[in-house]
């Protein structure tokens, strides 16, 4: 299937969108463009930022009809599709039964999920058990049953984010714990990320199985789509580390269970920069995005370095919209590359865009 209501042209962004993941665009530049919407206004009035409830699941596909209806205006290189927020971090934890807690971000029209770490002590692992008939293992399914049935023929579901590895032993025992064990209770860590890699398959398998390929390929908040089963993973973790714990903690893992499926894309704050060179070489990855935060160079302001260390790796940047029509009139723009372009004014400046972008060739 290649026609959606959300997307006429959805043919066109897939072929466009596989050039460039399977790295034969190294010379084109490709773009979202974020408008504002009407949708995401009324979602910030009812949502003010902050804890609430778990949010139905009816509700949430109702947000998302509606704000990929609105943002169907908008001709540039998205493939739409809803992003099951709520199946964020607290999903993971919660089918090993702790508490789950739910955060509204207005910014984001996203109600996301965490948990408080499970463990008090490591010995207590031993007892960690993960039912698949459990509440949140059946909550889960029908949260997919539900927006499976209102993004058919609509638009797509995207894929959500890995909690494996070092991320699922956050869950366990919080972040200084787990940076300590690595030294003190090494076997206690393996042991973690081995269940985590059976937990996490069982997670994804599950969303592969409830919400079909797209055009042969999974849709994604992040990369738009991508040809075949591909996961997101995160490396968020090692960003406090040095690239040698990474190599030694991080790569067997992440590789593990990319070669689970058609291989996976990751994301990289502004405090891991360091270990982009070691991610760049992980087998299987297909995409890179880097996430700007506060205190950090943006990634759009060291374009070329980046893309000279990454080789062919195709990159996601995010720019704001004077400074990336500057550079794409400039010609300085980075090919190989996806922007995530902030702060458009409105349909027809992204559509007068979106021409010289399909146009654009580096070089």
């Known amino acids: 299937m290649t026609l959606l209501d959300c997307c006429p042209n959805a043919a066109d962004r897939v072929a466009r969108l596989r050039r460039l993941y399977e790295r034969r665009a190294t010379d084109e530049v490709f773009a979202f463009m974020k408008t504002p919407l009407r949708a995401m206004e009324d979602f910030a009035r009812r949502h003010p930022g902050g804890p609430c409830a778990y949010p139905a699941p009816e509700e949430r596909?109702?947000?998302?009809?509606?704000?990929?209806?609105?943002?169907?205006?908008?001709?540039?290189?998205?493939?739409?599709?809803?992003?099951?927020?709520?199946?964020?971090?607290?999903?993971?934890?919660?089918?090993?039964?702790?508490?789950?807690h739910f955060m509204a971000n207005p910014d984001w029209g996203w109600i996301s999920s965490m948990v408080h770490p499970i463990l008090r002590e490591w010995d207590e692992f031993d007892a960690l058990h993960f039912d698949p008939d459990g509440e949140w293992a059946k909550r889960y399914r029908e949260i997919l049953r539900v927006h499976v049935a209102a993004a058919s023929g609509r638009y797509g579901l995207s894929h959500f984010i890995l909690i494996?590895?070092?991320?699922?032993?956050?869950?366990?025992?919080?972040?200084?714990?787990?940076?300590?064990?690595?030294?003190?209770?090494?076997?206690?860590?393996?042991?973690?990320?081995?269940?985590?890699?059976?937990?996490?398959?069982?997670?994804?398998?599950?969303?592969?199985?409830?919400?079909?390929?797209?055009?042969?390929?999974?849709?994604?908040?992040?990369?738009g789509w991508l040809p075949g089963r591909v996961v997101s993973e995160s490396v968020d973790p090692f960003h406090m580390t040095s690239a040698e714990t990474f190599c030694r903690w991080g790569v067997e893992p992440?590789?593990?269970?990319?070669?689970?499926y058609d291989g996976g894309i990751t994301h990289i704050h502004g405090n891991g920069r360091h270990l982009l060179d070691a991610v760049c070489r992980l087998r299987g990855l297909r995409a890179v995005a880097f996430a700007d935060d506060k205190g950090a160079v943006r990634a759009f302001d060291?374009?070329?370095?980046?893309?000279?260390?990454?080789?062919?790796?195709?990159?996601?940047?995010?720019?704001?919209?004077?400074?990336?029509?500057?550079?794409l009139r400039a010609r300085s723009l980075a090919g190989g590359c996806l922007y995530v372009v902030g702060d458009v004014p409105d349909a027809d400046s992204a559509h007068r865009a979106m021409e010289e972008v399909r146009r654009y060739r580096c070089g």
């Open 254 to 260: 992440v590789e593990r269970i990319l070669a689970r």
């Open 164 to 223: 494996d590895s070092l991320n699922f032993v956050f869950e366990l025992v919080g972040a200084t714990r787990t940076y300590l064990a690595l030294d003190e209770n090494p076997r206690r860590v393996r042991q973690a990320v081995d269940f985590a890699f059976d937990l996490n398959t069982w997670v994804q398998d599950r969303f592969f199985e409830a919400a079909p390929l797209f055009a042969g390929g999974t849709c994604s908040n992040t990369a």
């Open 302 to 327: 060291e374009r070329h370095e980046l893309r000279r260390r990454t080789g062919d790796m195709p990159l996601i940047l995010s720019a704001p919209w004077p400074d990336f029509i500057a550079a």
């Open 61 to 100: 596909a109702r947000f998302w009809r509606r704000l990929l209806a609105e943002q169907a205006r908008v001709d540039d290189d998205r493939v739409p599709a809803a992003y099951l927020t709520e199946l964020d971090q607290g999903l993971y934890g919660g089918l090993v039964g702790a508490p789950v």
